[in-house]
């Protein structure tokens, strides 16, 4: 079993920045890529980034390409989400991902893992 705990959440304007941090616990090992999904109210969840475990490739969604950025540091157990230049349709719970799938997936259904989520608001 492998646990993720989010953190990092909260309000901020529009042009705004945030830190998401989840921390990996338990079998860790047989983890092979992490990732990041976010569900807005009455949307579906929709993939954000995502990393792999040991060689630091990453793929993000075209909605952040060039505001993101996935992160990890490994000594740690723990993957980041660096949000710059939030908008106002980024406004959902943030959720934490782990898998065994070999390669870097945006399929929630391949994800092995979930956080609880952490809440991100921008305001316009």
């Known amino acids: 079993q492998v646990q993720l705990v989010e953190s990092g959440g909260g309000l901020v304007q529009a042009g705004g920045s945030l830190r998401l941090s989840c921390a990996a616990s338990?079998?860790?090992?047989?983890?092979?890529?992490m990732g990041w999904f976010r569900q807005a109210p009455g949307k579906d969840r929709e993939f954000v980034a995502g990393?792999?475990?040991?060689?630091?490739?990453?793929y993000y969604a075209d909605s952040v390409k060039g505001r993101f950025t996935i992160s990890r540091d490994n000594a740690k157990n723990t993957v980041y989400l660096q949000m710059n230049s939030l908008k106002p349709e980024d406004t959902a719970v943030y959720y934490c991902?782990?898998?065994?799938?070999?390669?870097?997936?945006?399929?929630?259904?391949?994800?092995?893992?979930w956080g609880q989520g952490t809440q991100v608001t921008v305001s316009s």
């Open positions: 991902t782990a898998s065994y799938h070999p390669s870097i997936i945006n399929r929630a259904y391949e994800y092995n893992y």
């Open positions: 338990g079998r860790t090992f047989s983890i092979n890529s």
């Open positions: 990393i792999s475990w040991s060689g630091g490739n990453t």
